[in-house]
């Protein structure tokens, strides 16, 4: 059940927020194997943010899920750069992608803990 949150200063409409949501699930759920139905995924867009203390435009990718393995993250972190680039026009040295391992038992979902 990965979790995928996108965070950018950068502003989008429903349209374009939808169509991010859609790419990043699609992506993640390529690179790591798992089905984009067990998959959520959320934007905030519009955020105050700074990288390198500049508000120009960035962004973070957060993927948190059990027991993701390190294989896919150069594949992963590569194209949801890409997709920053393409979908936010923020340039990939001011995209940050972070992956991150919920241990079993400590996410739960349709009425049970995995």
Do not use: H
Request: charged share 20%; glycine share 8%.
């Amino acid at each position: 059940m990965p979790l995928i949150q996108i965070q950018t200063n950068v502003t989008a409409s429903p349209g374009q927020s939808n169509e991010l949501l859609a790419q990043a699930t699609e992506i993640a759920a390529r690179e790591l194997g798992k089905p984009a139905s067990i998959m959520m995924a959320t934007l905030d867009a519009g955020k105050t943010m700074t990288f390198g203390g500049t508000s120009e435009p960035t962004a973070l990718f957060e993927i948190e899920g059990i027991e993701l393995s390190p294989e896919p993250a150069d594949a992963l972190c590569q194209q949801l750069s890409d997709l920053a680039e393409k979908q936010l026009q923020v340039p990939a040295n001011r995209v940050f992608v972070k992956l991150a391992n919920v241990p079993r038992g400590y996410w739960a979902g349709n009425r049970k803990v995995y």
